[in-house]
């Protein structure tokens, strides 16, 4: 392997083991914590693990800030669709 | 970025930089639609959840658990194919990078392989309330019918975008066997990579949202 193409490869190959590792933490908190409040830190996981596919996998880091904007206001229509509707659902 | 890699520009375009940025964008944005779409059913999941908690988790625990997160692990290393074939095109590696794309669809058929088998395990455990012929097992919780119904919606709308991204991944794989192709179209591989880590995003939000927060 060209030394130019492990340069390249380094973000690739951080990123797979960090997502990987991540999907134990989250299994490891599916086998051995049913039910109670681990809810909260597998939703924390999940979100993690989103976030690093966004910004490194989907490289929105390096993009031009126009698209950043648009990646960035996606997830806060999203934001929306899921605060409205549950401040109607949690508030019967 | 190597000599041998560009974009052949078109018309109405100022320059190169500004013609792949263009393409970013738009397939950013039909991504965020798509995310919309599949946000519709992630809302519906939570808001069973709290209308019907035990329907829900005693759906969760009749879904299986160790596939949905061995094609998880599927998914993330398809994706790290991507991204290798991503990173050679931009040194201009046409063959190499061909055969990483056809890597990629290779775990993408392992994952619906493993979805297929999970579907006939659920049919044979009766867990398919919308087969009238069939009994279904939670027969006297109608609330977890809802559930396992989006479970089968969410989990088959995910695979039809991986059926397309898979079909792309062939397709590219193909026109990339072509001499010179990287010369005159390096951002198409972008914009499928774009894709195809998007069905794994996906993946990643409805692996805990149907499989893991409800246990």
Redesign the interface.
């Known amino acids: 392997m060209s030394p ?2 492990r340069q ?2 380094r ?3 951080l ?2 083991f960090a ?2 590792a991540l ?1 134990g933490v ?2 490891l ?2 086998i051995f914590f ?2 109670g409040h681990a ?1 909260i830190a ?2 924390f ?2 979100a993690t ?2 976030a690093i ?2 910004m490194f ?2 490289e929105a880091v390096k ?2 800030p ?2 950043r904007l ?2 960035a ?3 806060v ?2 934001l929306i ?2 605060g409205l ?2 401040v109607d ?2 508030t019967r | 970025m190597s000599s041998t890699v560009g974009i052949e520009l078109e018309e109405q375009y100022h320059d190169v930089e500004q013609q792949r940025e263009a393409a970013k964008l738009g397939m950013w944005t039909f991504l965020l639609t798509e995310l919309l779409l599949f946000s519709g059913l992630f809302v519906t999941a939570l808001v069973l959840r709290v209308m019907h908690p035990d329907s829900v988790t005693a759906v969760a625990l009749h879904l299986k658990f160790w596939i949905g997160a061995t094609n998880t692990a599927i998914l993330i290393v398809s994706s790290f194919i991507m991204s290798v074939a991503i990173e050679l095109s931009r040194l201009g590696r046409q063959r190499p990078m061909a055969w990483c794309m056809l890597g990629t669809a290779a775990f993408g058929v392992l994952f619906l392989m493993l979805k297929g088998y999970e579907y006939y395990r659920d049919y044979v455990e009766h867990m398919t309330p919308f087969l009238s012929f069939r009994r279904y097992e939670l027969v006297g919780d109608p609330a977890s019918r809802l559930f396992t119904n989006l479970y089968f919606i969410t989990t088959g709308l995910h695979a039809v975008h991986l059926i397309i991204g898979i079909t792309l991944m062939l397709v590219m794989a193909w026109l990339a066997s072509r001499e010179g192709f990287l010369q005159k179209h390096q951002n198409r591989i972008e914009i499928t990579g774009l894709y195809w880590h998007f069905i794994d995003l996906i993946w990643m939000i409805v692996f805990p949202t149907l499989y893991l927060l409800n246990r």
């Open positions: 130019e193409l390249h490869l973000t690739p190959v990123t797979l997502l990987l999907l989250n299994v908190l599916g049913i039910g809810w597998e939703g996981v999940a693990m989103v596919v966004i996998a989907m993009d031009a126009i698209t648009f990646a206001i996606g997830f229509w999203v669709l899921f509707t549950m659902y949690v």
